[in-house]
T-cell receptor
Framework: ETGVTQSPTHLIKTRGQQVTLRCSSQSGHNTVSWYQQALGQGPQFIFQYYREEENGRGNFPPRFSGLQFPNYSSELNVNALELDDSALYLC?????????????FGEGSRLTVL | LAKTTQPISMDSYEGQEVNITCSHNNIATNDYITWYQQFPSQGPRFIIQGYKTKVTNEVASLFIPADRKSSTLSLPRVSLSDTAVYYCLVGERNTDKLIFGTGTRLQVFP
């Protein structure tokens, strides 16, 4: 158990819809990062939030957006869903932007886009 | 854009030592190198982290040369339960991106 919880665990959407995924950080952690993991691939960095501000972004289009709340929980929003957005979405919490400390991962939200 | 690369797969037998290398020639100057283990349909789990030279904990060792452009995860005596995918993770130089390696699928046989 990492203390990081994600919801929902599974969901199915259709192309063009929007989705919101949620992540609850481990207590005391001020940084959340999000990753997309397609089947059989490694996790790809989407973005990171540190103290409610975006603090690094991977090669994802603007329709991938996020929020971090004062309690350091986080949301990932994806607009105009495409078939290729089908993946496991992982969030990880850490202290101080995670570059010198452990990332604690949730079990992921598996999104299927039809 | 430099990739962070690992061997695709490795096979081993129980009780053997396994060494997995990650090449990360575009690593950020001040960032650590971290290794994770991932089982199917689960989030990655922390194994070990280091900045330079050698780090050892109760499950693994991590060897990092002086130029920090690669690192080697060493699992001393693997068991069947070590069958998983192993990833290195580094910060990319001059950006705030976190880059996972391509992943190494380790299969341990009896």
């Amino acid at each position: 158990e990492t203390g990081v919880t994600q919801s929902p665990t599974h969901l199915i959407k259709t192309r063009g819809q929007q989705v919101t995924l949620r992540c609850s950080s481990q207590s005391g952690h001020n940084t959340v990062s999000w990753y997309q993991q397609a089947l059989g691939q490694g996790p790809q960095f989407i973005f990171q939030y540190y103290r409610e501000e975006e603090n690094g972004r991977g090669n994802f289009p603007p329709r991938f957006s996020g929020l971090q709340f004062p309690n350091y929980s986080s949301e990932l929003n994806v607009n105009a869903l495409e078939l290729d957005d089908s993946a496991l979405y992982l969030c990880a919490s850490s202290l101080d932007r995670g570059k010198s400390g452990e990332l604690f991962f949730g079990e992921g939200s598996r999104l299927t886009v039809l | 854009l430099a990739k962070t690369t690992q061997p695709i797969s490795m096979d081993s037998y129980e009780g053997q030592e396994v060494n997995i290398t990650c090449s990360h020639n575009n690593i950020a100057t001040n960032d650590y190198i971290t290794w994770y283990q991932q089982f199917p349909s689960q989030g990655p789990r922390f194994i070990i982290q280091g900045y330079k030279t050698k780090v050892t904990n109760e499950v693994a060792s991590l060897f990092i040369p002086a130029d920090r452009k690669s690192s080697t995860l060493s699992l001393p005596r693997v068991s069947l339960s070590d069958t998983a995918v192993y990833y290195c993770l580094v910060g990319e130089r001059n950006t705030d991106k976190l880059i996972f390696g391509t992943g190494t699928r380790l299969q341990v046989f009896p």
